[in-house]
């Protein structure tokens, strides 16, 4: 189990004001992500950690910045929040399964629902 | 660059009936292939996975063959049941630590 935790998991907010999801991991693995997800676009890429402070952009990052301060804590900001940016939004990490042949995958949080009204 | 393709849905089935969800991909090199299910209101869970040209992943019934030669990965099951019902993404990983690109899922509704 890799002990990811989301929060908040649900947040409605109002256009123009700044926005932070924590995720939160207890395993020290290296690896973060965060993805978005909304109907008929999968989930897409917003920002990946591969290691404390050390961050790099994914497909879609416009609009997002994040922070990685400690090994277990991912930051998503979103500094001043759009109605676009309603969402559904995952954090993952990169973690070695012994049960899938030792091969690195990706393991999701349940998840956090931001509303931008 | 590197994509995923999967079939639209939903997916209307009775309970006990075969399933296929198709998938291909778009990709330079050998990426690992990945079925995740979403189950109503939770996160994505790893399904199975295959790594390697002719590879088959396995899980819960679930089947998927990795097909270089037709850049695929189908999503089988022989008989579904109700518990079934959820949202299925492909997706695929170039690298160890290479991040996921998904499919834009598939929802399948399995009716008693």
């Known amino acids: 189990d890799a002990g990811i935790t989301q929060s908040p998991r649900h947040k409605v907010t109002e256009t123009g004001t700044p926005v932070t999801l924590r995720c939160h991991q207890t395993e020290n693995h290296r690896y973060m992500y965060w993805y978005r997800q909304d109907p008929g676009h999968g989930l897409r890429l917003i920002h990946y950690s591969y290691g404390v402070k050390d961050t790099d952009k994914g497909e879609v990052s416009d609009g997002y910045s994040v922070s990685r301060s400690k090994t277990e804590d991912f930051l998503l900001t979103l500094e001043s929040a759009t109605s676009s940016q309603t969402s559904v939004y995952f954090c993952?990490?990169?973690?070695?399964?012994?049960?899938?042949?030792?091969?690195?995958?990706?393991?999701f949080g349940a998840g956090s629902r931001l509303t931008v009204l | 660059g590197d994509s995923v393709t999967q079939m639209e849905g939903p997916v209307t089935l009775s309970e006990e009936a075969f399933l296929t969800i198709n998938c291909t991909y778009t990709a330079t090199g050998y990426p690992s292939l990945f079925w995740y299910v979403q189950y109503p209101g939770e996160g994505l869970q790893l399904l199975l996975k295959a790594t390697k040209a002719d590879d088959k992943g396995s899980n819960k019934g679930f089947e998927a063959t990795y097909r270089k030669e037709t850049t695929s990965f189908h999503l089988e099951k022989g008989s579904v049941q109700v518990s079934d019902s959820a949202v299925y993404f492909c997706a695929l990983k170039r690298g160890s630590q290479g991040n996921l690109i998904f499919g834009k899922g598939t929802k399948l509704s399995v009716k008693p």
């Open positions: 993952a990490i990169s973690e070695l399964l012994a049960a899938q042949g030792g091969a690195n995958v990706l393991t």
